[in-house]
Nanobody, 120 residues
Framework: QVQLVESGGGLVQAGGSLGLSCTAS????????SGWYRQAPGKQRELVAQ???????NYADSVKGRFTISRDDAVNTVYLQMNSLKPEDTATYYC??????????????WGKGTLVTVSS
C-alpha cells in the first residue's frame, strides 16, 4: 500500500556530512509522524530522529546538534541532514512513516534501508 524509498547513503570520512532522503508513494490518507532509525550489526534498531505531523522534532541524544530532520509534504519526502559524522554513526538507516487511514487506524511502514559508513 505504501512504499518508502531511501537514498543518500554511502561512505564518508569522519567529520563529513551526508544527506538522506525518503520518498513515500502509494495510498496515504494521513501521516502521524515520520522518522529515521538506524541499526548497526548485532545491535538494536534505535530512533535517530522523528518529526510529528505538527512539525515537532525529537532526536537521540547521540545525534542532537549534529543531525537535522525535515519534511517537504509537497513531494512526500523526509530528509535527514547528518553533519559532523562519527565512526559510531555507521549503520543502516531506515526511514519510517506512521500513517493513519480514514478510520484512524495506524500503520508503520519501513524503507529497506540505506547504508551509511563513516571511516575514521
Amino acid at each position: 500500500q505504501v512504499q518508502l524509498v531511501e537514498s543518500g547513503g554511502g561512505l564518508v570520512q569522519a567529520g563529513g556530512s551526508l544527506g538522506l532522503s525518503c520518498t513515500a508513494s502509494g495510498r496515504i490518507f494521513s501521516i502521524n509522524a515520520s522518522g529515521w532509525y538506524r541499526q548497526a550489526p548485532g545491535k538494536q534498531r534505535e530512533l535517530v530522529a522523528q518529526i510529528s505531523r505538527g512539525g515537532s522534532t525529537n532526536y537521540a541524544d547521540s545525534v542532537k546538534g549534529r543531525f537535522t530532520i525535515s519534511r517537504d509534504d509537497a513531494v512526500n519526502t523526509v530528509y535527514l541532514q547528518m553533519n559532523s559524522l562519527k565512526p559510531e554513526d555507521t549503520a543502516t538507516y531506515y526511514c519510517n512513516v506512521n500513517t493513519r487511514d480514514l478510520f484512524s487506524q495506524a500503520t508503520n511502514y519501513w524503507g529497506k534501508g540505506t547504508l551509511v559508513t563513516v571511516s575514521s
